[in-house]
Antibody, heavy 121, light 111 residues
Framework: QVQLVQSGAEVKKPGASVKVSCKASGYTFTSYGISWVRQAPGQGLEWMGW????????NYAQKLQGRVTMTTDTSTSTAYMELRSLRSDDTAVYYC??????????????WGQGTLVTVSS | QSVLTQPPSASGTPGQRVTISCSGSSSNIGSNYVYWYQQLPGTAPKLLIYRNNQRPSGVPDRFSGSKSGTSASLAISGLRSEDEADYYCAAWDDSLSGSWVFGGGTKLTVL
């Protein structure tokens, strides 16, 4: 079945970087996009950006521009999200979600199980 | 502050019908599809409604979506205890260069 499996929880100090992975299975990876969404403790969902696994095109949320990079490795059907210059308000559960069809008519399904990133000194 | 506006909470008793609203603008809901996601406690979100009113396979027909102008609604009929969850609306926003926006979420309590 279509499945996204994310890497494990991370604890980072302020100013550090974190890289979360999202391994896809059960479908043709390059036919879809991957979106990343985060959720701070007790808060709602915040869209972070997307990447096309077909051609590597990306689009990032304005507030994260310059700090986030999304990439894919098509040889392993894995997507990555790197966030730099971490701050305490980056503490959140980070989700990846398969996005198809690409564009405004697509939807996020399925979602990964989530990766908790804690930023603390 | 979320781009899409949802009531923070909603409630109902088993068997009742409840609706959750989602308000946006001409650049998002007014010109694009609306999607609904259900997040059960301690789990990842799950697609509930796509393209305004379509249900993925496996989603009971008790769940329905609608859209009018710059607003959308999710209706749940025959409310069940297992429907207690957070519900989020989402839409593409043309004004943000190809970005997605979410509502702040509505916590549904089954009394």
């Amino acid at each position: 079945q279509v499945q996204l499996v994310q890497s494990g929880a991370e604890v980072k100090k302020p100013g550090a970087s974190v890289k979360v992975s999202c391994k896809a299975s059960g479908y043709t990876f390059t036919s879809y996009g991957i979106s990343w969404v985060r959720q701070a403790p007790g808060q709602g969902l915040e869209w972070m950006g997307w990447i096309s696994a077909y051609n590597g095109n990306t689009n990032y949320a304005q507030k994260l521009q310059g700090r986030v990079t999304m990439t894919t490795d098509t040889s392993t059907s894995t997507a990555y999200m790197e966030l730099r210059s971490l701050r305490s308000d980056d503490t959140a559960v980070y989700y990846c979600a398969s996005w198809a069809p690409l564009g405004p008519g697509g939807w996020f399904d399925p979602w990964g199980q989530g990766t908790l990133v804690t930023v603390s000194s | 502050q979320s781009v899409l506006t949802q009531p923070p909470s909603a409630s109902g008793t088993p068997g009742q019908r409840v609706t959750i609203s989602c308000s946006g603008s001409s650049s998002n809901i007014g010109s694009n599809y609306v999607y609904w996601y259900q997040q059960l406690p301690g789990t990842a979100p799950k697609l509930l409604i796509y393209r305004n009113n379509q249900r993925p396979s496996g989603v009971p027909d008790r769940f329905s979506g609608s859209k009018s102008g710059t607003s959308a609604s999710l209706a749940i009929s025959g409310l069940r205890s297992e429907d207690e969850a957070d519900y989020y609306c989402a839409a593409w926003d043309d004004s943000l260069s190809g970005s997605w926006v979410f509502g702040g979420g509505t916590k549904l309590t089954v009394l």
